[in-house]
């Protein structure tokens, strides 16, 4: 017989040409079948076994026909699996007892002496019941990770400041809509971060998160990246493929660096956003995709539709819902809190015994202007860990660029410990406070043309 068979199978009952008979029968039906005759090994049967269901006898001493034995056992057996499924062997003048016991617990139970086929339809429907049972166990389980997860639901985006809690609410908000989402904030701050939580508590969290970074596609690729395309239709397209907005259909799509995107390129992004549906390259039919949209930037896109190198109309078809992210320095009251996160993350990957950062650490942290905002915190407190031999972190122990310190106190910068790079940076940063990040009137004021400012801007992640 070549079928596959299931289910392990039990018989515990003091007859022994009982339990040959059954064995001989049951074993052309399921993988596995036991027979054991003592019933007190039944405790450490069921815990080496898996049993998918037991057959129990309810009398096993001589002469006795109580049953109660049989009662004893079902409780010992649901004690230990409350999932167990338990068939009960009576004779034909017990099945009031019988009855009692599915009462307490039993599933089911077969008279002695038994048609194998019949017996055989009740051990299917108990090993039927023994999978359901397994499978609301597994959802259970599933349901409590899940309802853990909700209620951790932003425990990997750490704040408690004003701006940090009015950015989860309105995470909380527009995570159950379909909304599309612009998230504005410069580098580091945590744009990618706060995407995969929307995703993550949206109705499409159980779909793809699918990330494409529109500041690294070079212009020959970036219609079969997000398009995908058929085989043969370039030299490099080897196997039809799947671009990024398919790959995302009925998940989330996030489109990082949106800022960075030429504008020949907008206008083909708009389209598939606008029709709902792309064309692999080299196909002629398009498809249709159902997507959330999550898009990012640090560029001031604002100014860049002003300017005309951003377009208008994508502008509004992205931003329907805008979160904007604080940069840390605008946020001080978070550094203890990130700090103590990144140092027992940190301490714990490289096995080093670092409990927190000291006073003196805090107060430098606070004043320090955090250019690469989380991103440089979370590095600079990693590299701080690795080298440290202290127990507390101490300011000689973290490491920051000169920048970041210069600029938080301007008036008092001095030109001998800087580069020119440096000094560069906080002329072009300057500039667009001053201009309210107007690239052109920034660009006017600094002598440098809008195309080399954007290089600048983009070179020092400003
Ligand atoms: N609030 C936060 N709590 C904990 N970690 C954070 C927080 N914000 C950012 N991070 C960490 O900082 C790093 C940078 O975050 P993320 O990549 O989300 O920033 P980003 O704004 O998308 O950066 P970029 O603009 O450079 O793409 C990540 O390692 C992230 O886990």
């Known amino acids: 017989m070549n079928e596959q068979r299931f289910g392990k199978i039990l018989i515990v009952d003091d007859?022994?040409?009982?339990?040959?008979?059954?064995?001989?029968?049951?074993?052309?039906?399921?993988?596995?079948?036991?027979?054991?005759?003592?019933?007190?090994?039944?405790?450490?049967?069921?815990?080496?076994?898996?049993?998918?269901?037991?057959?129990?006898?309810m009398n096993f001493t001589k002469d006795v026909s109580s049953g109660q034995e049989g009662f004893y056992w079902l409780d010992r057996i649901l004690e230990l699996d409350p999932s167990a499924v338990v068939v009960l062997i009576t004779a034909y003048g017990d099945v009031n007892l019988a009855v009692k016991a599915i009462k307490e617990g039993a599933t089911d139970f077969v008279l002695k002496?038994?048609?194998?086929?019949?017996?055989?339809?009740?051990?299917?429907?108990?090993?039927?019941?023994?999978?359901?049972?397994?499978?609301?166990?597994?959802?259970?389980?599933?349901?409590?990770?899940?309802q853990e997860d909700i209620d951790n639901k932003f425990k990997d985006i750490i704040g408690q400041s004003p701006a940090m809690q009015k950015v989860f609410e309105t995470i909380e908000r527009v995570a159950s809509t379909d909304a599309n989402v612009l998230i504005l904030g410069e580098n580091g701050t945590g744009k990618e971060l706060v995407a995969r939580a929307i995703h993550r508590h949206s109705r499409r969290n159980r779909e793809a998160f699918v990330g494409v970074d529109l500041g690294s596609i070079t212009t020959t690729l970036f219609e079969s990246e997000l398009?995908?395309?058929?085989?043969?239709?370039?030299?490099?397209?080897?196997?039809?493929?799947?671009?990024?907005?398919?790959?995302?259909?009925?998940?989330?799509?996030?489109?990082?660096?949106?800022?960075?995107?030429?504008?020949?390129?907008?206008?083909?992004?708009?389209?598939?956003?606008?029709?709902?549906?792309?064309?692999?390259?080299?196909?002629?039919?398009?498809?249709?995709?159902?997507i959330r949209l999550i898009s990012a930037t640090n560029m001031p896109i604002y100014s860049m539709v002003?300017?005309?190198?951003?377009?208008?109309?994508?502008?509004y078809r992205i931003n329907t819902i805008e979160i904007t992210l604080p940069p840390l320095r605008d946020r001080v009251e978070d550094i203890p809190l990130l700090a103590d996160?990144?140092?027992?993350?940190?301490?714990?990957?490289?096995?080093?015994?670092?409990?927190?950062?000291?006073?003196?650490?805090?107060?430098?942290?606070?004043?320090?202007?955090?250019?690469?905002?989380?991103?440089?915190?979370?590095?600079?407190?990693?590299?701080?860990?690795?080298?440290?031999?202290?127990?507390?972190?101490?300011?000689?122990?973290?490491?920051?660029?000169?920048?970041?310190?210069?600029?938080?106190?301007?008036?008092?910068?001095?030109?001998?410990?800087?580069?020119?790079?440096?000094?560069?940076?906080?002329?072009?940063?300057?500039?667009?406070?001053?201009?309210?990040?107007?690239?052109?009137?920034?660009?006017?004021?600094?002598?440098?043309?809008?195309?080399?400012?954007?290089?600048?801007?983009e070179k020092y992640g400003l």
């Open 15 to 57: 007859n022994e040409d009982l339990l040959k008979a059954a064995k001989i029968f049951l074993k052309r039906h399921f993988a596995q079948v036991d027979t054991e005759t003592n019933p007190d090994l039944l405790p450490i049967l069921t815990h080496n076994e898996n049993y998918d269901v037991i057959l129990l006898d």
């Open 113 to 146: 002496p038994w048609e194998n086929e019949r017996l055989l339809a009740t051990l299917n429907s108990a090993l039927q019941l023994r999978q359901s049972k397994l499978e609301v166990n597994l959802l259970k389980d599933q349901k409590q990770t899940l």
């Open 227 to 290: 398009f995908g395309h058929k085989k043969g239709s370039f030299t490099d397209a080897k196997e039809d493929r799947a671009g990024r907005f398919e790959q995302a259909h009925k998940g989330t799509l996030f489109l990082d660096e949106i800022g960075n995107l030429p504008m020949a390129l907008q206008s083909k992004l708009l389209a598939a956003l606008q029709n709902r549906q792309v064309t692999r390259v080299g196909a002629n039919k398009p498809v249709d995709v159902n």
């Open 306 to 315: 002003y300017e005309n190198t951003f377009r208008q109309d994508l502008l």
């Open 341 to 457: 996160h990144f140092i027992s993350y940190y301490s714990k990957k490289y096995n080093k015994d670092i409990r927190k950062a000291s006073e003196p650490l805090l107060k430098r942290m606070a004043k320090y202007h955090w250019p690469g905002n989380i991103r440089e915190l979370q590095h600079s407190i990693e590299r701080a860990v690795i080298m440290s031999n202290h127990n507390v972190l101490q300011p000689e122990d973290l490491f920051l660029n000169k920048m970041g310190q210069a600029e938080k106190s301007e008036e008092n910068v001095s030109l001998e410990h800087l580069n020119i790079e440096d000094v560069e940076r906080i002329l072009i940063r300057k500039a667009l406070q001053k201009h309210n990040g107007h690239i052109t009137r920034a660009a006017e004021e600094l002598g440098l043309t809008r195309s080399s400012l954007y290089r600048r801007l």
